[in-house]
């Protein structure tokens, strides 16, 4: 196959779901002898934009990467927009369009998706609440399959959301509950769509702990948002040392939402893939509190790894995994959060045959060949009609 793979950002320094799924996907699919090359900015940080990675074409780890730069059209007004969609929760229709309008952009990315669109056999455009995307998408709609990350979010109701869903020429969801969020609650109506999933992969070489100052802990992995719903973690983490002062919760990742000053709480920032594998083998179980998630990769991880999960009763995606999977559990209140914490320290055995429930799950549903060839069987379906 020969397909095209259009992301905001994209490196090995760059985080964030849809960036991991884009470059593992794109990773995947070189070592699979296709044609794959991946349309990009410049931009390494989704708070700045700012262009520092060198515009232009090259190889990164048998991928073709073309960045181009970004283009600011006002960063003001697209600033005060966000910020009202966040906080009033909706936007009319003239400021869904100003909001578009209005954010970063690459006009010369565009117009190279618009010129050689026709040469590849499928355009993969992720995520969807970016302007940039929407104006990719748009680029070449005949080409394009969005796979748009969608969370019920603010976002996921504006206007050109919709218009966006049902003019692509096709749709791929990450989870049966994402597809329900699109069909359901949003009433789209696609060309085509279809659940695909997500890829997953873990190093092999990570047996050797990772030092982090404490015998049995929590473990939070990913971006440090508010968004991620991690001051609820916080707060219950802190009452729940109160009560087991030998467990800490182990914090990797980046963002403006860091922990506070306490010794509830272990900071490391960014680490490696490895550091990454290491982590997630050692921890009691990972603690996944996010309500807006399509798929989450932490989750998928931490099962590759053999290990547990605790997720957000309210969050349908996480749920819908563990429920399928019998991987681990979920809370909502303080009291739920402490037994359930109780329950994986008194009986470490059970909570590994949950851990290993998971990895059998990924295994079977999540590898990158599995992905890989149901995205192939999927577009060669809606090609030809059989």
Known sequence: MRVAVVVPRYG?????????????????????????????TSARSHYTWENAYPV?????????????PVV????????ELEVKLAHQGFLSSAETYAWLDSGPHSPSLYAHIACHAAEFDVIVALPYAMPLIHYAAWSALAYTVLWPCLHDEPYAYLEATRLLLESVWGVMFYSPEEARLALQRLRTRMNRY???????????????????????????????EEGKNLPLLYEYMKRYREKRREIRLVIAGDGPVRPPADRAFVYLGFVSEEEKASLYANALVLCQPSLRESFSLTVMESWLAGRPVLVHE???????????????VWFRTYEEFEGALDWILAHP?????????????????????????RFEALIHQWKTGK
């Open 194 to 224: 279809a659940v695909l999933g997500g890829g997953v992969s873990l190093p092999t070489n990570s047996s050797k702990p990772l030092e982090v100052g404490v015998d049995q802990f929590v473990l939070y992995v990913g971006r440090l």
């Open 56 to 68: 232009g074409a090259l190889k990164e780890n048998g991928v073709t990467v073309r960045r181009f």
């Open 349 to 373: 055995d059970l909570a590994a045959r949950m851990g290993e429930k998971g990895r059998r799950y990924v295994l079977a549903n999540y590898t990158w060949e599995v992905i890989l060839n």
């Open 314 to 328: 309210d969050c349908p995606v996480t749920r819908g995994h563990v429920q399928r999977s019998k991987g681990g």
């Open 12 to 40: 090995a320094g760059v985080l964030g779901g849809a960036e991991s799924q884009a470059r593992g996907f794109a990773e995947a699919a070189a070592k699979k002898g296709w044609e794959i090359e991946v349309w990009t």
């Open 72 to 79: 600011w059209q006002n960063r003001e007004r697209w600033t």
